[in-house]
């Protein structure tokens, strides 16, 4: 099955650093790489997501680039916020038929601090 | 749109009861419904994936007969925790795809529910 490692387990930025959080997977079949962002307590809330048919992806300060070849995706978030603290999930999917159902495989998690 | 709800919230029990979690769509179709369980500070583990009207698959070390999953509809999926013990309290969260909803593989999360077993 898919495994997905995730880098940093933590991370610590001041307000207005670029933060970076890698990933990398080991199933090539994988075409779908979310990533989530979790409060404590809460949900996991869906911020941006890749398919494997794209390199990059942006939407305002949140950027995810992948090298499929390298299997391996990063999500890059600048000008950040306090508000960005949280733990952060990558995660990966494939469709494969039969009962996979694009089945998420998700990574261990950073937990992102801004202080201001 | 895409709204996930769970029921309960928060659930405490004695050890050795059943609890039953339930997680609905509201606004779509979920042809798939997946269940989760976090422990404290980890990441999310899936536990199984359920199909409208079929039997739910589980992954591996997952007791089907402790875990028990039914869809009965296309907006409804239920967790049973069976004969809890303190081991169980964790984290239990559901998430929902469906096909006519999304092009992709994308999965909407229900908000979560805290077991704790006494």
């Known amino acids: 099955g898919e495994n997905v490692e995730q880098h940093p387990s933590t991370l610590s930025v001041q307000e207005g650093d670029s933060a970076v959080i890698k990933c990398t997977y080991s199933d090539s079949a994988s075409n779908y790489f979310p990533w989530y962002k979790q409060e404590l307590g809460k949900r996991p809330q869906l911020i941006i997501d890749i398919r494997s048919n794209v390199g990059e992806k942006k939407d305002q300060r949140i950027a995810v680039t992948l090298n499929k070849t390298a299997k391996h995706f990063s999500l890059h978030i600048t000008e950040t916020q306090p508000e960005d603290s949280a733990v952060y999930f990558c995660?990966?999917?494939?469709?494969?038929?039969?009962?996979?159902?694009?089945?998420?495989?998700f990574g261990q998690g950073t937990i992102l601090t801004v202080h201001p | 749109g895409a709204v996930v709800s769970q029921h309960p919230s928060r659930v405490i029990c004695k050890s050795g009861t059943s609890v039953k979690i339930e997680c609905r769509s509201l606004?779509?179709?979920?042809?798939?419904m997946f269940w989760y369980r976090q422990f404290p500070k980890q990441s999310l583990m899936l536990m199984a994936t359920s199909n409208e009207g079929s039997k739910a698959t589980y992954e591996q070390g997952v007791e089907k007969d402790k875990f028990l999953i039914n869809h009965a509809s296309l907006t409804l999926s239920t967790l049973t925790v069976t004969s809890a013990h303190p081991e169980d309290s964790s984290f239990y969260i559901c998430s929902a795809r469906g096909g006519l909803l999304n092009s992709y593989n994308e999965q909407f999360f229900g908000p979560g529910t805290r077991l704790t077993v006494l």
């Open positions: 995660a990966a999917s494939y469709n494969a038929g039969g009962t996979s159902y694009g089945k998420l495989t």
């Open positions: 606004d779509f179709q979920a042809t798939t």
